[in-house]
């Protein structure tokens, strides 16, 4: 536990984006699931507007530097090919 003021603050500054980080991993991975679900199903419909949700998490995350750009982009492009498929 810190013990100067500027490290209690530090602590403090550190859990909140930690929090906030945490609630856009969330987000993302429960939009990759629901995507997930509808190309099981078949449902190309859907699949394609949830796909360009997936789209948005992953480039927002990217840009907030949550996942790596490289890392979102593959994932992209995994998902595509996945909808292609079906």
Do not use: C, W
């Not at 530097?65 to 890392?71: F, L, M, Q, Y």
């Amino acid at each position: 536990m810190p013990q100067r003021k500027s490290g209690l603050k530090a602590l403090r500054q550190n859990n909140a984006k930690h929090m906030h980080n945490l609630d856009i991993k969330t987000d993302l991975k429960k939009t990759i699931k629901k995507f997930l679900a509808s190309v099981k199903d078949k449902n190309t419909t859907e699949a394609k507007t949830n796909l360009t949700l997936v789209y948005k998490k992953l480039d927002k995350a990217a840009k907030r530097k949550i996942i790596e750009k490289n890392t979102a982009a593959r994932r992209k492009s995994r998902f595509s090919k996945l909808l292609a498929t079906v």
